[in-house]
């Protein structure tokens, strides 16, 4: 068995008149995040993480907004599409670890929430999915409220009866 790493990163601005969605999950909230698909910047970074762990290029690459298919579309889909690419490539998710950098609002009681939705959207069990939420201190973008990061971090492995 073959084990690789991946990292992504995914930045989006905070604006009024749109949903905030992280993780899968719609958060109520005064404000939401700009871009060309629902702009959920923990699936974004995620995706990232694990076409480059399976040195499968970018989100951006797969899916560009350029694309008018991809205008609005719901995050959750481009993750499941990522995972049947990983499939088609011999690998499986070990685990992954994101991390959300926001000041408002606060995202941990949303934690369980997102756990589910992406374990499910990978088919995988919820503790291969770990979340955390962080402040900037106030610092920076993230720290003045003008926009939301986030990290993320995947291990695949090959599947046994497959070779890399």
Request: hydrophobic share 40%; proline share 5%.
């Amino acid at each position: 068995m073959m084990f690789r790493v991946g990292m992504g990163f995914d930045v989006h601005r905070l604006v009024e008149g749109r949903e905030l969605w992280l993780g899968g999950v719609n958060i109520p909230w005064e404000k939401g995040l700009l871009g060309h698909s629902d702009a959920d910047v923990a699936i974004h970074a995620l995706c990232d993480a694990l076409l480059g762990a399976a040195a499968l290029r970018d989100i951006g690459y797969h899916f560009p907004d350029s694309d008018p298919r991809y205008k609005g579309i719901d995050s959750r889909l481009l993750l499941r599409h990522v995972m049947r690419l990983l499939d088609e490539k011999g690998y499986r998710l070990g685990n992954c670890d994101i991390t959300i950098c926001a000041e408002q609002p606060k995202i941990n009681p949303h934690i369980p929430a997102m756990q589910q939705e992406l374990s499910a959207c990978m088919d995988c069990a919820p503790g291969q999915v770990s979340i955390k939420a962080t402040t900037t201190e106030r610092l920076g973008y993230t720290g003045r409220g003008e926009g939301i990061a986030a990290y993320a971090v995947a291990l695949i492995e090959t599947k046994a009866d497959q070779p890399c």
